[in-house]
């Protein structure tokens, strides 16, 4: 099982960056995948999970709702972040991770997790 993540970059506040997550070594279709994120001297934290396909599903830290959407594509086995209207406190370094079909948005809920891919957000 690998996961790839990828799309981070320097972007000033206010502009926007899609991150990917590329899976390999497993079908995506039933699993809970979501995105973190561990900023200098601070704790990974839960940025924004979903559930299997249900669109209901879907989990975002408080600081990131209306800002960021996760979405999935199954049939790439990915799934992806959209961030807009970034600020310098999304500067971190963020990783893609999946659990188990029931998974809450939590480090120790997730089985899978890929290398980080760095956002810095300049004011």
């Known amino acids: 099982v690998q996961l790839q993540a990828s799309g981070g970059g320097l972007v000033q506040a206010g502009g926007s960056l899609r991150l990917s997550c590329k899976a390999s070594?497993?079908?995506?279709?039933?699993?809970?995948i979501g995105w973190f994120r561990q900023a200098p001297g601070k704790e990974r934290e839960g940025v924004s999970c979903m559930r299997s396909t249900t669109d209901s599903e879907r989990y975002y830290l408080a600081s990131v709702k209306g800002r960021f959407t996760i979405s999935r594509d199954n049939a790439e086995n990915s799934w992806y972040l959209q961030m807009n209207n970034l600020n310098p406190e999304d500067t971190a370094v963020y990783y893609c991770?999946?659990?188990?079909?029931?998974?809450?948005?939590?480090?120790?809920?997730?089985?899978?997790w890929g290398e980080g891919t760095q956002v810095t957000v300049s004011s």
């Open positions: 991770a999946t659990g188990p079909p029931l998974a809450s948005c939590g480090v120790n809920q997730m089985n899978f």
């Open positions: 070594g497993f079908s995506l279709d039933f699993w809970t």
